[in-house]
């Protein structure tokens, strides 16, 4: 599980991105969660045979992605490396409904290639917007989002908790697994005695931490309670993103845009 | 075992959130209530130390392959159950947002499936009795009682994650098939986990007992106490049930509700039946809500798939259409897109 | 306030497991004063720090800051006058950004939010990270992460500044830094460290702690200079006062 090491960096990297500058960066974190949500509740409510209509919900993550002025590669490499999962349950699809549903010329074109099509679609959809939510907002500002939202607050505290020590752990415990690694040799040194005392090791420092970390929350006066000051203006810019989106997606679920082009298109062909 | 956005239909995931929604809600208040300062950083770093504690791996015996810790049943043995989901609930969407693990849609699927079962059935029905019961503690207890918690805590989440896809109508995977491949798979990781967890937990009793032996909330167990949070799943079922019926009655074609459909394919000798039948066979034997609403359903979409088509019937032109068009939208959100890129670094 | 003393009688710790942690400690420490507090690892230097907070309570003996006795009432009014700065900036760091935490004490002592802002900005320049501010705390250098913790503890306008070992895992030029920060501030100091060269720049009075109990307590270079006391407690003479490894000469009086 050594990639975990490149997958922080990552989380690192997107916290980066999340720092820019653009109108994006600077809306509501609240009207950017609740349009992106709007947005893979439309994309996956489609029928599992659709397929050309979701097409044209690509815009939303490609405007975010420009008008954010994000790395549209790094992004799309992201995407990439969670696609096995997709690809792999999706592939039932055409190798059991191998019914046909339409042809092109003497290609015969199954229901099930067109459900596994429409399956990698909506995977791509949606873990974009949720990359480009988190590039734009940045993990923290969403979880204070979430809070204004209306999620309770013990669960907002530990996931900001998580988020903070995940560097400190994974660090310390990269040192160890680094430590082990240096004397393994040829021996059984990766087996399982030494690693449950490895992970018992590890957790008892991360619970001396963690009663360190009380003490000092206590030495400044924390009673249960965790303050944080970040005001959220939710105005008129705010209401504005979200309509507009809110438009796009209902006009795009409901009309299935680029069928209609195309048939205006091949009418004039023929 | 997390599922995607991309293979779950929005009713299905809807009722997963609600479900996982109100499991949040319960827990939280119930950490508050314990007024126990302390587990707000203990909660929190013991997140962060799953994911550390995945980095450091083992090989497993015989196999070539390696293992690691999972999690689940150490978060509730040290911290209880309700502070466990909450943990559990944290790490996987942090899973969801970075790692593109899962979905945002999936979010209440997945939490539910790897949080639900371990915090609030095995923990408490079969960890704790065993590894508490009349004698006194030993080490031995602790792994039967370890070993038997994980693994059937991982085949209640495969379980799950089968039935939230089938119902979800996405993927074409048969049930049987698909339980075929599921439950073996998560037998061999539950009795891996099994090991885990009772070896770390074991460490841990040896150097600060305290923390194993201590019930971190002695009454819990106790069905009274259950009782809000089964009653909580009973609600949420009927919502899934309700919610599910309907979509399939009110939306008949636009949300596809494929889970029952039995349009016949004719290479196979039927599959769908054959799930179809297994799951109401299924519902027969585990509904502990006996109006349901699935069972109805089941009957009605199966009369009306006879009757029209899978998909609103394409003709060759309009299917080529679809696909000019398609082809072409994509090429104007590019356009769009970098039009948008060019002005933004223009104004700047 | 402006008493900003610290008095400890006879103060005895017994850990939960059985080991004495201290062994009958007393000291006063006046309005101003910058004390040392050196002594082996174990010697019980964190173990008295955590009282002066009242994190840890003493079995037998009694301690006051400021004239009020640290018991479980006057607690409020020991935190806020005790600035703690602990050894691992990370288990101080704990908020999402370095604003938030800074802000994080004053919130609780229920500023109102304008002041809270500007004691935060405040406290932030005069550590010299102001540019920080909401960068998240995993993203700053060993140094900086040091200057935020101090500024996390100054935000609270404490009278008292107690450290436990300030200048570890720091580069040269951090460390000479952050003895040039320490050297501005008025606060009476108890700085518990190894670094016995940083306490003679900055501490004119030295504690010695060995096993639980105090060995010395007088100024700094008369402790320092005294070999054998140093040997007993497990320490070594500071670079700065010993002869030159190449000449053989003192360099430095």
């Known amino acids: 599980m050594l990639n975990i090491d490149r997958n922080l960096f990552d989380i690192g990297r997107m916290d980066t991105l999340a720092m820019g500058d653009t109108p994006l960066h600077h809306l509501d974190p609240r009207a950017k969660l609740m349009t992106t949500l709007a947005f893979i509740v439309a994309v996956v409510s489609f029928g599992k045979y659709e397929l050309s209509a979701m097409i044209p919900f690509f815009i939303f993550p490609l405007a975010q992605i420009a008008k954010g002025d994000l790395p549209f590669m790094y992004l799309l490499r992201k995407v990439m490396i969670v696609a096995p999962f997709a690809l792999f349950i999706g592939i039932f699809n055409p190798l059991i409904d191998r019914e046909t549903l339409f042809r092109l010329g003497s290609i015969h074109i199954s229901g099930g290639w067109i459900s596994y099509l429409s399956i990698l679609m909506r995977f791509a959809l949606t873990v974009m917007a949720a990359l480009t939510l988190i ?27 998580l988020y903070r020590y995940l560097f400190v752990l994974t660090d310390e415990a990269a040192r160890l697994a680094r430590a082990r690694s240096l004397r393994v040799f040829e021996s059984n040194g990766m087996g399982f005695k030494p690693f449950a005392s ?33 005001p959220m203006r939710f105005g008129i810019r705010e209401i504005r993103y979200m309509t507009f989106w809110a438009m796009v997606f209902a006009l795009l679920r409901f009309y299935n845009l680029p069928m209609q082009m195309g048939l205006l298109i091949t009418r004039l062909f023929t | 075992m997390h599922m995607a956005d991309a293979l779950i239909s929005p009713a299905a995931g809807g009722a997963m959130w609600a479900a996982t929604a109100g499991l949040i809600a319960y827990s939280s208040k119930k950490v508050r209530e314990e007024m126990d300062d302390g587990k707000v950083p203990l909660m929190g770093v013991l997140g962060a130390f799953i994911f550390a504690a995945q980095m450091i791996n083992f090989t497993i015996p015989a196999t070539g392959s390696s293992g ?205 039946k054959g799930i179809h039948a297994s799951l109401l066979h299924l519902q027969k034997k585990t509904a502990f809500l006996p109006d349901y609403g699935f069972k109805a359903d089941g009957a009605e979409p199966k009369a009306e798939a006879e009757s029209t088509p899978s998909w609103p019937a394409v003709s060759a032109g309009t299917s080529v259409a679809g696909l000019v068009g398609g082809a072409l939208t994509l090429f104007l959100a590019v356009i769009i897109g970098l039009g948008l890129k060019r002005r933004g670094n223009h104004s700047k | ?214 060995t010395a307590d007088g100024p700094t270079i008369g402790i320092f200079q005294d070999d054998a006391l140093l040997a007993d407690s497990g320490l070594e003479k500071p670079l700065g006062i010993q002869n030159c490894p190449r000449c053989g000469n003192r360099c430095t009086g």
């Open chain 1, 135 to 161: 590039a734009l907002t940045g993990f923290n500002t969403v979880c204070l989002a979430l809070e204004k939202l209306g999620v309770p607050r013990p669960f907002v505290v530990q996931l900001l908790f």
């Open chain 1, 198 to 230: 490895m992970v018992g090791h590890l957790l008892l420092r991360t619970l001396d931490r963690a009663q360190r970390i009380h003490i000092a929350m206590c030495c400044r006066g924390f009673e249960g309670h965790i303050p944080i000051l970040r």
């Open chain 2, 68 to 272: 690691h810790l999972g999690g689940g049943m150490i978060l509730a043995v040290l911290l209880g159950p309700y502070a466990a989901f909450l943990t559990i609930a944290s790490v996987i969407t942090v899973q969801a947002l970075f790692f593109a693990d899962g979905g945002l849609l999936a979010l209440g699927c997945n939490i539910f499936n790897m949080g639900f079962w371990p915090c609030f059935v095995t923990y408490p029905f079969i960890f704790r009795p065993i590894f508490n019961g009349p004698a006194t503690q030993t080490q031995g207890r602790m792994l039967t009682g370890a070993m038997l918690a994980c693994v059937v805590g991982l085949q209640l989440g495969a379980f799950s994650v089968v039935l939230e896809t089938l119902f979800s109508g996405i993927s074409e995977l048969p049930f049987g098939t698909f339980v075929l491949m599921m439950q073996p798979i998560h037998l061999a990781i539950g009795i891996v986990e099994g090991f885990v967890t009772a070896a770390v937990v074991g460490f841990v009793w040896k150097a600060r007992p305290e923390l194993v032996t201590h019930d971190s909330n002695p009454t819990y167990a106790s069905p009274n106490n259950m009782r809000p949070v089964l009653i909580g799943l009973l609600i949420c079922a009927v919502i899934t049930g309700a919610a599910l019926s309907w979509f399939a009655s009110a939306n008949p074609d636009g949300l596809e509700w494929a889970m029952f459909k039995t349009s016949s394919h004719e290479e196979l000798a039927n599959p769908e």
């Open chain 3, 1 to 214: 306030m402006s008493h900003h003393t610290i008095d400890a009688k006879d103060l005895h710790y017994i850990y939960p497991d059985g080991t004495a942690g201290l062994n009958g400690i007393s000291f006063h420490i006046g309005h101003g004063e910058s004390v040392a507090l050196v002594g082996a690892n174990g010697a019980g230097k964190s173990t008295l720090l955590m009282h002066l907070n009242g994190c840890l309570t003493a079995t037998q003996g009694g301690l006051s800051i400021g004239g009020y006795p640290v018991t479980a009432k006057n607690l409020k009014i020991v935190r806020r006058s005790v600035g703690m700065v602990f050894q691992d900036p990370d288990d101080q760091l704990f908020m999402p950004t370095v604003f938030d935490d800074v802000a994080f004490g004053p919130l609780n002592l229920g500023f109102p939010v304008a002041e809270v802002e500007h004691k935060v900005m405040q406290a932030l320049e005069t550590v010299g990270a102001s540019h920080l501010c909401k960068r998240p705390p995993y993203k700053l250098s060993g140094g900086e992460k040091r200057a935020v913790a101090i500024a996390a503890v100054l935000s609270m306008s404490p009278d008292i500044l107690v450290m436990d070992e300030p200048s570890a895992n720091l580069d040269p030029r951090a460390r000479r830094r952050l003895i040039a920060l320490l050297k501005t501030f008025e606060h009476t100091k108890i700085i518990a460290t190894h670094d016995l060269d940083m306490a003679m720049e900055l501490c004119q009075r030295t504690i010695v702690l060995h096993q639980g109990m105090i």
